[in-house]
């Protein structure tokens, strides 16, 4: 009998041996394909590719975060469009000849397109003021956002094409927020912030990614941004909700099939880890298979490893950059020690077309006998979604709504050597409110024409720290500080009860940038288990003007 440790090391080799084979055959599979492009990341453009996606006789992978357009059969996405919005525009009662009135009302600010090469760029801005009423003292009530930027995108021949942004900012936030943005010094999701003013923060946020698409089964992306996985509002995998990263990903696509590679280069940025103002390297590489059984039946399938030169002899492991998913194995036969390994199984089923059922879970790690016995033991680290979605018309009007539960278990994400948790810039890497919760969260959209409404309703609970207690929310708490080895239950510690609820009405300006003036009310609530700590309220009304193609969280 051949041992288990033979195996190992066989199944390592030949799957060293695929790497090679795998990347030779996706640089000369050429096949002439056209243009292609990945769509803009934010939600308010998700809205438009859920609905086609929806409606389509044909699957879609709307698993996969950024979709690409040839998902949706679109060629040209110099237009961002799935249902050629361009004759909708043109029946508003803002259609202009000038070319001023062209640029502010439809078009972009420079477009370009020949049979060789074809770009657009267009100007990005956020400007928001609001007020805020909260139930304890804070020093001021005015809120503001300022940021400006640029967007780019375009294409060089048919196969190659690229993205690019920058955006400079300086916010004074609601108190809330300036809570989070005090204890982990990034802005939620835009990276490092330095003062600015009396109560401000001035930070900045580049993105970028050159594509390659040698046929019509593969596509390379080099990068630096975000990427997620899942169909819903939350991602229990990978969601956009951290700071971005550097990144090399391979999409293969063929049948029914897209499988994804992911290799990311993470940065642990706390201070007792940092050398002389350098940040703590840390690496990931992440699986992601997306099988279509039928038409309406999805099944995914997700795997991701974390690991460090912190806790490795050898510097850089290249046995994580293994392209086949499912290398458990590997970590067996290298050490546990070398990585956390993190995996996860999802799925989704299509009713009637127009409806989505879905869900996640995740794990982390787990012990099948504290787990028959129900002991509540620490080792049990795994979390749950369980999603609905729909589409669908009411006269004009188009709708989206989605109603989504996530649970996370005590301790899951976290790891005994703090920089190869699952976490990048002092944020989650999944969900963003880390671990130890319960949340529900209730979305919808309308738009009719450029007229648009948005209603969101978050509500769940959160097992806090007390000073010097970990009870396995944060993520940035190694677990072998933890309080208990067994009944351990989601929302142990400072019990924190949020209720969040957020509805807005905009005006679509222009559809080509997305350019959107918007008018919001928020409303968050925080009780806690201890009646010594008074609940926390907070009323925000806000009004501004964005080019809406970033998502920015504050649903936390």
Known sequence: MIKSSRLIRAFIGLEKKSLLLWGLFGFFSFSGSSQHFYFPEGWAYRYDLEYQAATRDTFTHTAVWPFQ????????????????????WERTAFKKSSWLGRKLWNESLIRLEKPDYAIRIDPVVDFSFGNQSTSIETPYSQTWNNTRGFYMEGRIGQQVSFTSSYLENQSVFPTYMVQRVDSTHVAPGFGKTRPFGDYGYDYGIASGVVAFR??????????????????GYRSLFLSDGAFNYPYFKIETSFWRIKYVNLYTHMTDIRP???????????????????????????????????????????????????????????????????????????GSYRLFKKYKVYGQFSLDEFNAEALQASSGSWLNKFGWQIGVKGVGKVGPARWFALLEWNAVRPYTYSHREVVTNYGHYNEPLGHIWGANFSEVVFKTHWDWDRITADLQVNFGYQGLDTAGSNWGGN????????EQDNGNDIGQGLRANRMITEAKVGYLINPATRLTTEFGYRYRRESYSWDAIPDFTTHYVFFGVKTDLFNRYSDF
């Open 272 to 346: 007792q880890v940092s050398q002389n103002g350098i940040y703590k390297r840390k690496y990931t590489t992440m699986h992601f298979l997306s099988w279509q059984v039928t038409d309406d039946l999805n099944l995914n399938f997700f795997e991701g490893i974390v690991w460090s030169d912190s806790t490795l002899q050898g510097g850089f492991q290249f046995d994580f950059i293994n392209p086949v998913i499912f290398y458990r194995p590997i970590e067996f036969a290298v050490g546990s020690a070398g990585g956390n390994a993190l995996m996860g199984m999802g």
């Open 69 to 88: 357009t040839k998902e949706f059969g679109n060629q040209n996405v110099l237009d961002w469009t799935t249902e050629n919005p361009k004759e909708d």
């Open 475 to 482: 993520i940035y708490l190694p677990y072998n500080t933890r």
């Open 214 to 231: 040698p046929s019509k089964f593969f596509t390379f992306s080099l990068g630096h941004g975000k990427n997620s996985f899942g169909e």
